[in-house]
């Protein structure tokens, strides 16, 4: 086994920060229902959310298998080729979450790491049977299942619970809701901690540090779920905000459906070795619940920004990646080039988020009014009898600026 290079250092710590903003970046997929609904206080909710996520890393390797082994020619790899693809996954996060969109962590890593492999060793390398089969189909099935999954579970409990006092139903779903929470947390360690597994040890087989085929070693591991909870501790607070108050206006009920369903899909896809977008499914599962309660709507604007993003986020991962990898080609001094780009857009990307702070303080502030469409809905499909109060009417029809929320409920 050869020595572990310079190089093979900085790809490692690279793909670590990238685990880091994956955190952060997917914290919302996990807990943006919860605090939303106000079943759990911002902050403990983050805590809790990054102690399962560590826990997860640990239950699997299958994920991290599909990527270190199936995805690309690994023979075919230098260190560098998984640095570029490091970049331009950390710089479509960034981005994606100085605005609020819940984009794929996920598809952007894979996004980068095509790119990357495409200008290194050309198309041959990439394995398209794995791509499409494990990467694009899950892709665009997980939101349609999470989705209908929810709705379905939504409108049951609903029907079930039409003649339970309102109270005692909230508060017992509230604690269905933390249950839940964790268990897409553990979700989402188990998926997406191995991400950062198996491009780990891609880089380690590129570098000669470990044998070909090899399943990652436990400090690759531990590693990367410590990163992904640290990073899922210092909340994403703006995709957040987005998941929990931009697409739709949840319930106790709704939060509870939704996180059951999204944990499921991710959990069985995990097992399957797919290498899902927690995402995608999350996103998918909340819209599905919005709609399974008589009288929910979706904020279809800003679900479109988020579809936009998601169409986006492979090609743009894999243009950056690509353009990366060209400049590292022209050896040491064009990997500090890439490198020392990586840390100023990084920077930057901080600077302009500081002058719209979100934390855990403004949260649940809504993210934006609802549309003309979401507000037309909202007034010809009420709520079922005994759950309409002026605090749904003021979530699902917002008051302008001019107008009080009251004002707003009362007019209809």
């Given at each position: 086994?050869?020595?572990?290079?310079?190089?093979?250092?900085?790809?490692?710590?690279?793909?670590?920060?990238?685990?880091?903003?994956?955190?952060?970046?997917?914290?919302?997929?996990?807990?943006?229902?919860?605090?939303?609904?106000?079943?759990?206080?911002?902050?403990?909710?983050?805590?809790?959310?990054?102690?399962?996520?560590?826990?997860?890393?640990?239950?699997?390797?299958?994920?991290?298998?599909?990527?270190?082994?199936?995805?690309?020619?690994?023979?075919?790899?230098?260190?560098?080729?998984?640095?570029?693809?490091?970049?331009?996954?950390?710089?479509?996060?960034?981005?994606?979450?100085?605005?609020?969109?819940?984009?794929?962590?996920?598809?952007?890593?894979?996004?980068?790491?095509?790119?990357?492999?495409?200008?290194?060793?050309?198309?041959?390398?990439?394995?398209?049977?794995?791509?499409?089969?494990?990467?694009?189909?899950?892709?665009?099935?997980?939101?349609?299942?999470?989705?209908?999954?929810?709705?379905?579970?939504?409108?049951?409990?609903?029907?079930?619970?039409?003649?339970?006092?309102?109270?005692?139903?909230?508060?017992?779903?509230?604690?269905?809701?933390?249950?839940?929470?964790?268990?897409?947390?553990?979700?989402?360690?188990?998926?997406?901690?191995?991400?950062?597994?198996?491009?780990?040890?891609l880089a380690l087989v590129a570098g000669g540090a470990v044998a070909?085929?090899?399943?990652?070693?436990?400090?690759?591991?531990?590693?990367?779920?410590?990163?992904?909870?640290?990073?899922?501790?210092?909340?994403?607070?703006?995709?957040?905000?987005?998941?929990?108050?931009?697409?739709?206006?949840?319930?106790?009920?709704?939060?509870?459906?939704?996180?059951?369903?999204?944990?499921?899909?991710?959990?069985?896809?995990?097992?399957?070795?797919?290498?899902?977008?927690?995402?995608?499914?999350?996103?998918?599962?909340?819209?599905?619940?919005?709609?399974?309660?008589?009288?929910?709507?979706?904020?279809?604007?800003?679900?479109?920004?988020?579809?936009?993003?998601?169409?986006?986020?492979?090609?743009?991962?894999?243009?950056?990646?690509?353009?990366?990898?060209?400049?590292?080609?022209?050896?040491?001094?064009?990997?500090?080039?890439?490198?020392?780009?990586?840390?100023?857009?990084?920077?930057?990307?901080?600077?302009?988020?500081?002058?719209e702070v979100v934390d855990h303080t403004n949260v649940n502030d809504?993210?934006?009014?609802?549309?003309?469409?979401?507000?037309?809905?909202?007034?010809?499909?009420?709520?079922?009898?005994?759950?309409?109060?002026?605090?749904?009417?003021?979530?699902?029809?917002?008051?302008?600026?001019?107008?009080?929320?009251?004002?707003?409920?009362?007019?209809?």
């Amino acid at each position: 086994m050869e020595n572990f290079s310079l190089i093979l250092a900085i790809v490692v710590i690279t793909a670590l920060a990238f685990d880091f903003t994956n955190g952060f970046h997917d914290t919302a997929n996990a807990m943006a229902t919860t605090i939303s609904t106000g079943a759990m206080k911002p902050k403990v909710a983050v805590a809790m959310s990054a102690v399962l996520n560590l826990v997860g890393a640990f239950l699997s390797i299958e994920v991290a298998n599909t990527i270190s082994k199936g995805l690309v020619d690994e023979t075919g790899i230098r260190p560098e080729v998984i640095f570029a693809a490091l970049v331009g996954a950390i710089l479509w996060n960034l981005l994606t979450w100085l605005v609020g969109l819940p984009s794929s962590s996920s598809h952007a890593l894979m996004g980068g790491l095509i790119g990357a492999t495409i200008a290194s060793a050309g198309m041959g390398a990439v394995h398209g049977d794995v791509l499409v089969t494990k990467v694009l189909i899950p892709a665009v099935a997980a939101p349609l299942v999470a989705g209908i999954a929810a709705m379905i579970a939504s409108r049951l409990t609903y029907t079930l619970g039409k003649n339970a006092h309102d109270k005692a139903t909230t508060k017992g779903y509230r604690a269905g809701q933390i249950t839940s929470a964790g268990l897409v947390s553990l979700a989402h360690g188990t998926n997406d901690a191995q991400k950062t597994m198996g491009i780990i040890t891609l880089a380690l087989v590129a570098g000669g540090a470990v044998a070909p085929d090899s399943d990652p070693p436990v400090w690759v591991i531990l590693s990367a779920g410590l990163a992904i909870a640290l990073g899922t501790y210092l909340g994403g607070w703006r995709i957040i905000r987005t998941m929990g108050k931009g697409l739709t206006d949840l319930q106790p009920q709704q939060g509870f459906a939704a996180q059951t369903s999204a944990a499921t899909v991710i959990l069985a896809s995990s097992h399957l070795g797919f290498s899902l977008s927690t995402t995608h499914s999350v996103s998918g599962a909340v819209m599905g619940a919005g709609l399974g309660r008589k009288g929910g709507v979706i904020r279809w604007s800003t679900a479109t920004r988020m579809f936009v993003a998601w169409g986006l986020t492979l090609p743009a991962a894999a243009l950056v990646g690509a353009l990366a990898e060209w400049v590292t080609s022209f050896g040491a001094w064009g990997t500090t080039l890439v490198a020392v780009f990586l840390v100023a857009s990084s920077i930057a990307i901080w600077l302009l988020s500081r002058r719209e702070v979100v934390d855990h303080t403004n949260v649940n502030d809504t993210a934006e009014p609802a549309g003309v469409v979401t507000t037309a809905m909202a007034a010809v499909t009420p709520p079922p009898a005994g759950t309409r109060t002026d605090d749904d009417l003021t979530a699902a029809v917002p008051a302008t600026a001019d107008t009080p929320a009251k004002s707003s409920a009362s007019a209809l």
